[in-house]
């Protein structure tokens, strides 16, 4: 990340974060070498990040009208969705308020009646449902510790589900070794009975769970894949290579 100069150093009780930016792209860190998020200045709604465009696959099997997002960092889940599909509406829940004023000034966080921000931890979040339930939960939440031990929780993943639609759809974003995570397999078939998951080239784990039907199959569907491929402006299909049921 050498050719990157550093735009903006903030700090907040749970540490310090920077902006960076090397002409093209717009870079979020929460640590030496760490990428939280990143955005391509030109067409902010291309994602990045090898997790991000497998998050954003769940969009082949749902059709989503309302979305909750768990860890806004700059904001590329909203971009995205906000282009696939201007009236979803989407309530992100982001613990640090550095972090929202940051992605509004240097992320270009769109901002509308569609998009509501809200500054709370998401386990309290969670923990209220006083949410309407909605199609479809993210949970992205990174720390420079990494992922939030509390996103892995029988509690939160019960929590999530309260707040889903029937057939809703629970995104979690993991790392490769939680592959391995026994536990975490049967909390969620607990919860759910449909698990799938994808390992990005990033060595992220990514998971999608749903009591619904759930669409699976339109991963391995061509013109499914090359229209969200063609809406995100770029290859959905390279991060479904090895998708599958999580067994």
């Not at 929460?30 to 497998?54: I, L, R």
């Not at 509004?104 to 309407?132: G, V």
């Not at 569907?221 to 998708?243: E, G, W």
Request: hydrophobic share 40%; charged share 20%; proline share 2%.
């Amino acid at each position: 990340m050498s050719d990157y100069k550093v735009l903006h150093v903030d700090s907040d009780s749970f540490g310090d974060f920077c902006v960076l930016d090397d002409g093209d792209y717009r870079v979020l860190s929460f640590g030496d070498n760490d990428e939280q998020s990143k955005m391509n200045k030109a067409s902010p709604h291309v994602p990045q990040h090898t997790y991000v465009q497998a998050m954003l696959s769940v969009l082949l099997f749902t059709q989503p009208k309302s979305v909750i997002i768990l860890g806004l960092g700059g904001g590329a889940l909203v971009h995205s969705l906000r282009h696939v599909d201007a009236a979803i509406k989407i309530t992100a829940v982001e613990l640090r308020q550095r972090v929202i004023e940051v992605a509004k000034r240097f992320f270009q966080l769109p901002l509308s009646k569609k998009i509501t921000l809200i500054h709370q931890d998401a386990n309290q979040f969670l923990a209220q449902a006083e949410h309407k339930k909605v199609d479809v939960i993210f949970a992205d939440i990174y720390s420079n510790k990494g992922v939030d031990k509390q996103q892995l929780t029988d509690v939160f993943i019960g929590q999530t589900k309260q707040l889903l639609k029937a057939d809703g759809f629970l995104v979690l974003n993991c790392w490769k070794e939680h592959s391995r995570d026994i536990q975490l397999r049967d909390t969620l078939y607990h919860h759910f009975t449909y698990v799938y998951a994808c390992l990005t080239g990033g060595g992220n784990w990514v998971i999608y769970a749903t009591n619904g039907l759930g669409n699976f199959t339109e991963a391995t569907n061509k013109q499914a894949l090359q229209s969200l491929s063609q809406k995100l402006d770029t290859n959905i299909s390279r991060v479904l290579t090895r998708f599958g049921p999580w067994q």
